[in-house]
Nanobody
Framework: QLQLVESGGGLVRPGGSLRLSCVAS????????IGWFRQAPGKLREGVSC????????NYADSVKGRFTMSRDSTKNTVYLQMNNLKPGDTAVYYC????????????????????????WGKGTPVTVSS
């Protein structure tokens, strides 16, 4: 059974840092696009970052570029989102999502935060940035 479980959210002051984790089970990250997405209260869900399958690179939304870094530990089938210099506007529920691919694509999250379809979603972890 394909499953994604996020952790690491919490309350942090502006300028602070958090690291989110997403443990994947039931599929190999090597052939899967996997990314981070967020939804703030009253807003549409947006893409944050996405790691393309087969070593295709990482996309970031412009709103987080230079502050957030996505990484992967293949031995643990886990991806991470290191979030630095957090701002109140980063407050949202953060979701991990995955899309096993039979053929690679060149992008999954666009600079605007729009994103391509993802088949599997975790339940999310809340992040609140407030003083």
């Amino acid at each position: 059974q394909l499953q994604l479980v996020e952790s690491g959210g919490g309350l942090v002051r502006p300028g602070g840092s958090l690291r989110l984790s997403c443990v994947a089970s039931g599929f190999s990250l090597d052939v899967t696009d996997i990314g981070w997405f967020r939804q703030a209260p009253g807003k549409l869900r947006e893409g944050v970052s996405c790691m393309l399958s087969r070593g295709g690179g990482i996309n970031y939304a412009d709103s987080v570029k230079g502050r957030f870094t996505m990484s992967r530990d293949s031995t643990k089938n886990t991806v991470y989102l290191q979030m630095n210099n957090l701002k109140p506007g980063d407050t949202a529920v953060y979701y991990c999502a995955a899309d096993p691919r039979t053929s690679p694509r060149t992008m999954c999250v666009m600079p605007s935060g729009n994103y391509y379809g993802m088949d599997y979603w975790g339940k999310g972890t809340p992040v609140t940035v407030s003083s």
